[in-house]
């Protein structure tokens, strides 16, 4: 299958959020990929590879909107095994979800994968619009919050989390899934090629040293947004950003007895 | 062209779903700052209980009932919300972010070429709202400068909307239903007696620190005993001690209950970003340092295992001397 993967680069999520002013400072942020875009790269591999040979299928590609210094995840995912990167090239004022669903849709119209793999939502924005908004723009299925996906033929059966279980819906090739956490589970990927019996290690793979050596030679094509035919004119505009008020410090009590009488007359909570 | 069009969410068997209310209060809201009127619209097949219910709150109900329209996908759906939100001049299209918003909105967006604000907790204007970013450690404002404006509500933020004077209700056309090679097979739900968890009073969560999911039985019985539902953090429903979709934090559930009860959970920032809105929070954690405690009212050190089953007691004792 040829698949392409979207990553984002996020402050990594560990850090504390500093603010200058009245937007979010990132200036001393430490980048990283952001995680459910580790899983999407994490389930093309999966979906591309026969674990228990090593023998792999179809290709991977990952692509990234951003400064040049995002070629830095892009070369981590390399790292993991795709096969090559395309960066667009943008600055973060001129994106927003629609801006981004544009670009990738246009890389998309060029590339023509069968899949178009995604996180189900960047850790920094949160908004979990950009993968429906590109199926819509390309007039693909969509299967989103992905926990299981099994390819048969030309379409995918995917488990999808929703808030009360589980929901299977099936899509037809080229579509577009958006992956949630689960779906690095040992056996979450299902492609027909790997054997059934085959259990993954849980979460993404590390990069080898022989992968992170081959990264290096890898492409990363840079591209423009002119190129892409793209103009990107974000519709929504962030105003201003600010800490939430901090929750007042409570206190330890020294055992259940006093734990209850708070809770019945303080919180009145019982 | 100000008015709210607020997409209703149905249960399998075509009841209205009680999630959809916080949007509706959300709709009021809107329509209040533009001048506006809000509008329900109910789809799917068989929902006729559910658009009668859903009348009680809106100015006008649309209920689009439908054999195709079994099983909610977003490829059929979105296309019906686009074009009745232009037949009703809406400037703003919501519904509660669940898992039912959170998938179909985005399309309908995109269809309507609308901005699109996720996570609403707050209104400041028509088309200006407020948003948690970074796993809630940010505020954000954020405005929308399209002629139609689509909005995700958190359920936790808004409270259930009271029914108003009934309006209308009206029966519309599907028209043309596309799959775009999508289908709904089956849902698999997990059933459960206790209250939903978004909507519950009372939760109480276990973490890691429960070590294996038969452990877990202690926590029900002291849940049971409050009325409450059940929560998990991350590390327990990864390892299976519990179902997924007992899962609270950035991935999984915002709660925002009257009292929040977190045993063994250390309280990563994930976790922390979908419990922190609770009214009261009680940890009970043995490691005095865990993070928990920070967001905690009441936080006791002790062991789960000495902990909860004595909690459970002296609860019982209260329930019985207030009874």
């Given at each position: 299958?040829?698949?392409?993967?979207?990553?984002?680069r996020?402050?990594d999520?560990?850090?504390k959020?500093k603010?200058?002013?009245?937007?979010?400072?990132?200036?001393?942020?430490?980048?990283?990929?952001?995680?459910f875009?580790?899983?999407?790269?994490?389930?093309?591999l999966?979906?591309?590879?026969?674990?228990?040979?090593?023998?792999?299928?179809?290709?991977t590609?990952?692509?990234?909107?951003?400064?040049k210094e995002?070629?830095?995840?892009l070369?981590?995912?390399?790292?993991?095994?795709?096969d090559?990167?395309?960066?667009?090239?943008a600055?973060?004022e001129?994106l927003d979800?629609?801006?981004v669903a544009?670009i990738?849709?246009?890389?998309?119209?060029?590339?023509?994968?069968?899949?178009?793999?995604?996180g189900?939502?960047a850790?920094?924005?949160?908004?979990s619009?950009?993968?429906?908004?590109?199926a819509?723009l390309?007039?693909?299925?969509?299967?989103?919050?992905?926990?299981?996906?099994?390819?048969?033929?030309?379409s995918?059966?995917?488990?999808?989390?929703?808030?009360?279980?589980?929901?299977?819906k099936?899509?037809?090739?080229?579509?577009?899934v958006?992956?949630?956490?689960?779906?690095?589970?040992?056996?979450?990927?299902?492609?027909?090629?790997?054997?059934?019996?085959?259990?993954y290690?849980?979460?993404?793979?590390y990069?080898?040293l022989?992968g992170i050596?081959a990264?290096?030679?890898?492409?990363?094509k840079?591209?423009?947004?002119?190129?892409l035919?793209?103009?990107?004119?974000?519709?929504?505009?962030l105003?201003?950003?600010?800490?939430?008020?901090?929750?007042?410090a409570?206190v330890?009590?020294?055992?259940?007895?006093e734990?209850?009488?708070k809770?019945?007359?303080?919180?009145?909570?019982? | 062209?100000?008015?709210?069009?607020?997409?209703?969410e149905?249960?399998p068997?075509g009841?209205?779903?009680?999630?959809?209310?916080?949007?509706?209060?959300?709709g009021?809201q809107?329509?209040?700052?533009?001048?506006?009127?809000v509008?329900?619209?109910?789809?799917?097949s068989?929902v006729?209980?559910?658009?009668?219910?859903?009348?009680?709150?809106?100015?006008k109900?649309?209920?689009?009932?439908?054999?195709?329209?079994?099983?909610?996908?977003?490829e059929?759906?979105?296309?019906?919300?686009?074009?009745l939100?232009?037949?009703?001049g809406?400037?703003?299209?919501?519904?509660t972010a669940t898992s039912?918003?959170?998938?179909i909105?985005?399309?309908?967006a995109a269809?309507?070429e609308?901005?699109?604000?996720?996570?609403?907790?707050?209104?400041?204007?028509?088309?200006?709202?407020?948003?948690?970013m970074?796993?809630?450690?940010a505020?954000a404002t954020?405005?929308a400068?399209?002629?139609?404006v689509?909005?995700?509500?958190?359920?936790?933020?808004?409270?259930?909307a009271?029914?108003?004077?009934?309006?209308?209700?009206s029966?519309?056309d599907?028209g043309?239903?596309?799959?775009?090679?999508?289908t709904?097979v089956?849902?698999?739900t997990s059933k459960?007696?206790?209250p939903?968890?978004s909507?519950?009073?009372?939760?109480?969560?276990?973490?890691?620190?429960?070590?294996e999911?038969?452990n877990f039985?202690?926590l029900?019985t002291?849940?049971?005993?409050?009325g409450?539902?059940?929560g998990?953090?991350?590390?327990a429903?990864d390892?299976?001690?519990v179902?997924a979709?007992?899962?609270v934090?950035?991935?999984?559930?915002?709660?925002?209950p009257e009292l929040?009860?977190?045993v063994?959970?250390?309280?990563a920032?994930q976790?922390l970003?979908?419990?922190?809105?609770?009214?009261?929070?009680?940890?009970?954690?043995?490691?005095g340092?865990?993070?928990?405690?920070q967001?905690?009212d009441?936080?006791l050190?002790?062991?789960?295992e000495?902990a909860?089953?004595?909690?459970?007691?002296?609860i019982?004792?209260l329930?019985?001397?207030?009874?």
């Open positions: 299958m040829k698949i392409l993967v979207t990553v984002k996020v402050p999520p560990e850090q959020v603010f200058k002013g009245t937007s979010v400072d990132v200036s001393a942020a430490n980048w990283v990929i952001n995680a875009d580790e899983y999407a790269v994490e389930t093309a999966r979906l591309n590879e026969n674990a228990a040979t090593g023998e792999k299928q179809g290709e590609i990952v692509m990234s909107i951003g400064p995002v070629s830095q995840q070369r981590s995912a390399l790292a993991m095994g795709a090559r990167a395309i960066l667009v090239g600055s973060d001129e979800s629609f801006a544009r990738v849709k246009a890389v998309v119209d060029k590339e023509k994968p069968d899949l178009l793999l995604m189900k939502l850790t920094d924005g949160e908004a619009q950009v993968p429906q908004i590109v819509a390309l007039d693909w299925p969509q299967a989103t919050f992905a926990a299981q996906i099994t390819a048969s033929g030309d995918l059966e995917v488990k999808r989390e929703v808030d009360t279980g589980i929901e299977v099936q899509v037809k090739l080229p579509a577009v958006s992956v949630d956490l689960r779906i690095i589970s040992p056996s979450a990927v299902i492609n027909g090629k790997t054997p059934p019996t085959h259990s290690q849980e979460g993404p793979r990069a080898s022989k050596m990264a290096k030679k890898k492409e990363i840079e591209v423009a947004l002119a190129d035919g793209v103009i990107a004119k974000p519709v929504t505009k105003l201003s950003a600010e800490p939430p008020a901090g929750r007042k409570g330890k009590v020294k055992d259940v007895a734990l209850v009488a809770l019945k007359n303080e919180a009145k909570v019982l | 062209m100000s008015n709210v069009l607020i997409v209703c149905t249960t068997e009841a209205l779903r009680k999630a959809s209310l916080p949007a509706v209060s959300f009021r809107v329509a209040e700052k533009s001048g506006g009127k509008h329900l619209l109910v789809l799917g068989g006729g209980a559910a658009a009668e219910e859903a009348q009680k709150y809106g100015h109900t649309i209920v689009v009932d439908d054999a195709r329209l079994k099983g909610p996908t977003a059929a759906y979105a296309p019906i919300i686009a074009r939100a232009k037949e009703v809406a400037s703003v299209v919501a519904a039912f918003g959170k998938d909105l985005p399309r309908a269809l309507l609308a901005g699109m604000v996720s996570d609403v907790i707050g209104v400041l204007g028509p088309k200006t709202f407020r948003r948690p970074l796993a809630g450690n505020l954020v405005e400068a399209t002629a139609v689509v909005a995700s509500v958190r359920q936790t933020e808004f409270p259930p009271e029914p108003a004077a009934g309006g209308e209700l029966k519309v599907a043309e239903v596309t799959s775009k090679g999508a709904f089956r849902a698999e459960s007696a206790r939903d968890l909507e519950a009073k009372v939760v109480v969560s276990g973490g890691r620190g429960m070590k999911g038969k039985a202690v029900e002291l849940t049971d005993l409050l409450g539902a059940m998990a953090s991350r590390a429903t390892a299976g001690m179902p979709d007992l899962q934090g950035q991935t999984g559930k915002v709660v925002a929040y009860i977190a063994a959970i250390s309280g920032i976790h970003a979908g419990m922190k809105g609770s009214r009261v929070i009680v940890a009970i954690n043995k490691d340092e865990a993070p928990i405690f967001v905690a009441y936080g050190v002790a062991t789960w000495q909860v089953p004595a909690l459970t007691e002296e019982k004792k329930k019985a001397a207030q009874s």
